[in-house]
């Protein structure tokens, strides 16, 4: 497979980071939105938040 340029597009690709800058943030903003939405929520004192740790598994 060969790549080529059209359409004048730079050789460095900056054409297309700018283009998928933005899809890419939003994909992975929405996971991380996921992920948190998941998980318990944190605990407010630093006791709450160290028993919480350390009861975490390795999974």
Do not use: I
Not at 19 to 46: E, I, Y
């Amino acid at each position: 497979m060969t790549a080529t340029l059209t359409d004048g597009q730079s050789p460095d690709g900056q054409d297309l980071v700018a283009r998928l800058r933005g899809p890419v943030r939003d994909a992975l903003s929405g996971r991380a939105d996921a992920l948190r939405r998941a998980l318990p929520p944190r605990p407010h004192d630093a006791r709450g938040r160290y028993q919480r740790l350390r009861a975490l598994g390795e999974d």
